[in-house]
């Protein structure tokens, strides 16, 4: 497999506060990749930084051979680069479907169309909510609605901010489901996620952040098996 991002000692700070020190991460093309680790650790920094939303301080970000620091989130979508925010972030006043078309504007219109119909049949409880407000959704129909959003523009790179947060661990179970149908499509997953044991389990290789820093890296199953990692993160030793 060949590295698809490629991030090298990269900074970010919010005003004087720095909240990421050097962070270098890859993803190798149809990985899931983790990162994982306490609140605070810069987790959802790293992962808004590579979306555009965020601008590192310094550092090189890589996408497919392509140096992308410093562009804008609509042109990192257009190269195949999609997030799914922490807490979804729907737009609450819209409709399912509309919610939807947003993600799909850098796709002509028939193309959009047939997205829209294919994220239908694969989430039948989204079309039947097709034209209720999202912000009157479920916690998991919006977390659903979501990930369906960003999957309309056709992500090569799919960045996921904690998708379990608040969820029913029913409703969790079944969105890591779709996240290894997501993968096995051909999708490469960057995961960011609390839920340590559940994402070490989903990915190939992980990196557990501590503030700000990559503290451990290495295949998911080894870091699973780390006793530092077992004791802080997973209940045990």
Excluded: C
């Amino acid at each position: 497999m060949s590295v698809l991002l490629e991030v090298e000692d990269l900074h970010v700070a919010y005003g004087d506060f720095e909240a990421v020190h050097g962070v270098s991460l890859e993803v190798e093309e149809g990985e899931i990749v983790a990162i994982v680790g306490a609140n605070g650790a810069g987790k959802s920094t790293t992962l808004r930084a590579l979306a555009g939303l965020t601008p590192p301080r310094r550092g090189s970000v890589s996408y497919a051979g392509e140096r992308i620091s410093g562009l804008a989130p609509k042109a990192l979508v257009e190269r195949g680069i999609a997030l799914v925010l922490e807490a979804r972030q729907l737009f609450p006043e819209m409709t399912v479907e509309d919610n939807l078309l947003v993600g799909a504007q850098t796709r002509a219109a028939a193309r959009a169309k047939t997205n829209l119909r294919a994220m239908y049949e694969r989430l039948p409880r989204l079309a039947e909510r097709r034209t209720q407000l999202a912000g009157t959704l479920s916690g998991g129909e919006q977390q659903m609605a979501a990930i369906a959003r960003a999957l309309m523009s056709e992500p090569r790179l799919l960045l996921l901010d904690e998708p379990s947060l608040g969820l029913a661990p029913v409703i969790v179970q079944q969105i890591f489901d779709w996240i290894r149908d997501i993968h096995k499509s051909g999708t490469t997953v960057l995961l960011v996620e609390q839920n340590v044991a559940a994402s070490l389990q989903l990915a190939r290789h992980a990196y557990v952040l501590a503030e700000g820093r990559v503290a451990l890296s290495g295949p998911a199953d080894e870091i699973a098996r780390d006793a530092g990692v077992r004791q802080a993160y997973l209940g045990h030793a």
